[in-house]
T-cell receptor, first 117, second 110 residues
Framework: DTGVSQDPRHKITKRGQNVTFRCDPI?????LYWYRQTLGQGPEFLTY????????KSRLLSDRFSAERPKGSFSTLEIQRTEQGDSAMYLC???????????????FGQGTRLTVV | AQRVTQPEKLLSVFKGAPVELKCNYS??????LFWYVQYSRQRLQLLLR??SRESIKGFTADLNKGETSFHLKKPFAQEEDSAMYYC????????????FGPGTSLSVIP
């Protein structure tokens, strides 16, 4: 499968623990997005990168959340001191973006389902 | 504030009946709109975008700037159309990004 891959697919953790998720985008894509999706809601934007630069972080992203894309390829999303409200599906997407051109399609991964108990 | 609304959480239609999934947006700039679909146990994928003016799997969507709408339509629903549908808005701001509506679950009854 040469699409966007996310690892792990499922994560159950105790409240207060730290968790880290990984996203491997489509190799030639320079844009990488993180979204969070809870039951009955559409994906909510969290943050995104262009190459290794983190361009924007949503106000939804508290200080406990941090994302990196150190070499402009894969990205990690870390949640520290998890809370029950963090339980959600975390989606990663990537796209190829060139300034001045129309935005191209974002390809999504299968997501990481986090359950905080 | 920029937002995307989809007024129907659930929509049920009979096979062969016309279907329309509503989407309205609020955005002061020039909008670029998409419909994404998520079939059961599959990842979210692009269905169509208004720029392309295309018909995918019999679905079409027309951008109406006056009514700030981008409704998705299909004249004859098929069982395989049952899925979650999300309307999405690409905002060209200083940092452009895509925001999604809450989604509509379409169920096509055989």
């Amino acid at each position: 499968d040469t699409g966007v891959s996310q690892d792990p697919r499922h994560k159950i953790t105790k409240r207060g623990q730290n968790v880290t998720f990984r996203c491997d985008p489509i190799s030639e894509h320079n844009r990488l997005y993180w979204y969070r999706q809870t039951l009955g809601q559409g994906p909510e934007f969290l943050t995104y990168f262009q190459n290794e630069a983190q361009l924007e972080k949503s106000r939804l992203l508290s200080d406990r959340f941090s994302a990196e894309r150190p070499k402009g390829s894969f990205s990690t999303l870390e949640i520290q001191r998890t809370e029950q409200g963090d339980s959600a599906m975390y989606l990663c997407a990537s796209s190829s973006y060139l300034s001045g051109r129309l935005n191209t399609e974002a390809f999504f991964g299968q997501g990481t389902r986090l359950t905080v108990v | 504030a920029q937002r995307v609304t989809q007024p129907e959480k659930l929509l049920s239609v009979f096979k062969g009946a016309p279907v329309e999934l509503k989407c309205n947006y609020s955005y002061s700039g020039s909008p670029e709109l998409f419909w994404y679909v998520q079939y059961s146990r599959q990842r979210l994928q692009l269905l169509l975008r208004h720029i392309s003016r295309e018909s995918i799997k019999g679905f079409t969507a027309d951008l109406n700037k006056g009514e700030t709408s981008f409704h998705l339509k299909k004249p004859f629903a098929q069982e395989e159309d049952s899925a979650m549908y999300y309307c999405a808005l690409f905002m060209k701001t200083s940092y452009d990004k895509v925001i999604f509506g809450p989604g509509t679950s379409l169920s096509v009854i055989p």
